[in-house]
T-cell receptor, first 113, second 116 residues
Framework: AQSVTQLGSHVSVSEGALVLLRCNYS??????LFWYVQYPNQGLQLLLK??????LVKGINGFEAEFKKSETSFHLTKPSAHMSDAAEYFC???????????FGDGTTLTVKP | KAGVTQTPRYLIKTRGQQVTLSCSPI?????VSWYQQTPGQGLQFLFE???????NKGNFPGRFSGRQFSNSRSEMNVSTLELGDSALYLC???????????????FGPGTRLTVL
């Protein structure tokens, strides 16, 4: 079985501050991990994905995430928040034997001016 | 390349009615997945179609069904609508050559269904 836990349903940062969104996963086999972003009234857009290559993954819009097997984590970071980063972020896990992707509950990021 | 399109974008139905939602995947993509998104339950996987066959299914009642056509377009049907079916229904397409979920999924904007 696979599962994802996103710690913190709401995160608020100031513009220019570090963004850290937390994701922990559970999977019985080496997983693929994804971060998606959803803007209001839109579908999800892939930010980045981990597929067992480099543990530090760089994505679009300056985001990156690090796969830490020992901590079963895949936290999303961005050095400097921008107002346009305000959105909901989803972490997802997939495994070859699962037949589906499992999404976390999402974290809403608010960026204060 | 055109993205994933979903029609209609908004829909209002009453309890007991049925509804059909449509999804057109990105050209060349053979896998189409459907998700239900609600504030209380988050994103829940409904089913996945690949080459006109249902390849994976989530834990939803039989009132939720789908199909895929030879051009990879997909429809989702919900019969005997309940108030709890109010949600954003998202469709995602992927190349589909590997097991579902391993390829990047491209999401449509969703269909917002309101059941009164």
């Amino acid at each position: 079985a696979q599962s994802v836990t996103q710690l913190g349903s709401h995160v608020s940062v100031s513009e220019g501050a570090l963004v850290l969104l937390r994701c922990n996963y559970s999977s019985s086999v080496p997983p693929y991990l994804f971060w998606y972003v959803q803007y209001p009234n839109q579908g999800l857009q892939l930010l980045l994905k981990y597929t067992s290559a480099a543990t530090l993954v760089k994505g679009i819009n300056g985001f990156e995430a690090e796969f830490k097997k020992s901590e079963t984590s895949f936290h999303l970071t961005k050095p400097s928040a921008h107002m346009s980063d305000a959105a909901e972020y989803f972490c997802a896990v997939s495994a070859p034997n699962a037949g589906k992707s499992t999404f976390g509950d999402g974290t809403t990021l608010t960026v204060k001016p | 390349k055109a993205g994933v399109t979903q029609t209609p974008r908004y829909l209002i139905k009453t309890r007991g009615q049925q509804v059909t939602l449509s999804c057109s995947p990105i050209s060349g993509h053979r896998s189409v997945s459907w998700y239900q998104q609600t504030p209380g339950q988050g994103l829940q996987f409904l089913f996945e179609y690949f080459s006109e066959t249902q390849r994976n299914k989530g834990n939803f009642p039989g009132r939720f069904s789908g199909r895929q056509f030879s051009n990879s377009r997909s429809e989702m049907n919900v019969s005997t609508l309940e108030l709890g079916d109010s949600a954003l229904y998202l469709c995602a397409s992927s190349l589909g050559a590997r097991a579902m979920g391993l390829d990047e999924q491209f999401f449509g904007p969703g269909t917002r269904l309101t059941v009164l």
